[in-house]
């Protein structure tokens, strides 16, 4: 039997210099800084880059966007060392591939969604990021959808989210392997501010699936 390769963890909406430093010890891949003023997880561009300032080389650093216009995107990129973009609106493929950074492309799971034909628009991108539907927010609900809705031979990446905590993300990796799992409120003391033992939870419970998958 191959050996699974192990799971991308990416923890999100990371508003402190000490939270990126803790995910950083704990061994998460990558940090999601959300550049979406209605957010209350949302950071101004010197708040992104303290906590950019904060972490140890290897770890990736993704910015965040929701119908977000050239000029405040690019305004973002001349002052924050983002490697990754993370586009959660309603941006056509050019608009994401016009950076000059890697990209990934959010897809709200609500019915009727055809994945196969978002990853033949989408497939400039590095991969597809499911989360899920709520018709008033472009993310971060706490809410979970139905991962047996996947396919399981996507061309693109899938990156896990919505509604994911230690208590799921178990299940979550079992039913979709998806390539990474993105966590936002599942590892938070309230919004924005990360629980340390939250976070030690969300990682151990990957690795553990990880294990249970192999």
């Known amino acids: 039997m ?6 991308r963890i990416k923890m999100c909406g990371i508003t402190r210099p000490q939270d990126a ?7 998460v891949d990558a940090i999601g800084l959300v550049f979406y003023d209605p957010s209350p997880r949302h950071v101004s561009i010197e708040q992104a ?3 950019i300032d904060a972490l140890p080389p290897f770890v990736t650093t993704v910015g965040l966007f929701v119908n977000a216009s050239v000029d405040e995107i690019r305004a973002v990129l001349d002052s924050v060392k983002l490697d990754l973009l993370q586009f959660h609106g309603d941006e056509s493929p050019e608009f ?16 009727g969604v055809d994945l196969q034909a978002e990853t033949s628009q989408f497939k400039a991108s590095s991969g597809l990021l499911l989360d899920a539907y709520h ?3 472009p993310g971060g609900t706490g809410e979970s ?19 994911l905590s230690a208590d799921n993300v178990g299940e979550a990796i079992r039913t979709v392997q998806p390539y990474a799992v993105d966590v936002s409120g599942g590892i938070e003391a ?3 501010i990360k629980d340390w033992g939250k976070m030690a939870d969300f990682v151990a419970a990957v690795r553990a699936a990880d294990t249970q998958s192999t």
Request: glycine residues 8%; contains cysteine; charged residues 30%.
């Open 96 to 111: 994401c591939a016009d950076f000059d950074r890697p990209w990934v492309k959010a897809i709200r799971m609500k019915d």
């Open 190 to 192: 309230e919004k924005g």
């Open 21 to 27: 430093k803790d995910a950083a010890e704990l061994g």
């Open 145 to 163: 959808f139905e991962w047996e809705r996947v396919p399981s031979a996507l061309e693109l990446p899938v990156i896990l989210a919505g509604g």
């Open 49 to 51: 880059c303290a906590v």
């Open 135 to 137: 018709p008033a927010l």
């Open 2 to 7: 191959a050996t699974r390769m192990s799971t």
